[in-house]
């Protein structure tokens, strides 16, 4: 069974960076969408950034782009979210999303199956 263990939240002035981990325990195909959602208080989860597992096809929700970067690593089998830059509409808390089985809709939550903890961010202005 593949779990996803999270870490790396916390809190920041605005312009300020954190990294974000996420350990991938267990097998997930290849080219199966992997990531990161986030969801603000009262608001619907939403998708920051995805890549395809262990491939190089990445994706960018258009308020992170320039400030944001997604990365794995595999000899570690860790996903990375570097935040640069943050704003406080950044904050909400952060979601590490895999499929284990596959699907198209890789910009939704309701595309995934597999989550983990969550991470809290919170960025003051």
């Known amino acids: 069974q593949v779990q996803l263990v999270e870490s790396g939240g916390g809190s920041v002035q605005a312009g300020g960076s954190l990294k974000l981990s996420c350990v991938l325990y267990?097998?997930?195909?290849?080219?199966?969408?992997i990531g990161w959602f986030r969801q603000a208080p009262g608001k619907e989860r939403e998708w920051v950034s995805v890549k395809a597992h262990g491939g190089s096809f990445i994706k960018y929700t258009r308020s992170v782009v320039g400030r944001f970067t997604i990365s794995q690593d595999p000899a570690t089998d860790t996903l990375y979210l570097q935040m640069n830059n943050l704003k406080p509409e950044d904050t909400g808390t952060y979601y590490c999303?895999?499929?284990?089985?596959?699907?198209?809709?890789?910009?939704?939550?309701?595309?995934?199956?597999?989550w983990g903890q969550g991470t809290q961010v919170t960025v003051s202005s």
């Open positions: 999303a895999a499929q284990d089985i596959f699907s198209v809709n890789w910009d939704r939550a309701a595309g995934y199956d597999l």
């Open positions: 267990g097998r997930i195909g290849g080219g199966h969408w």
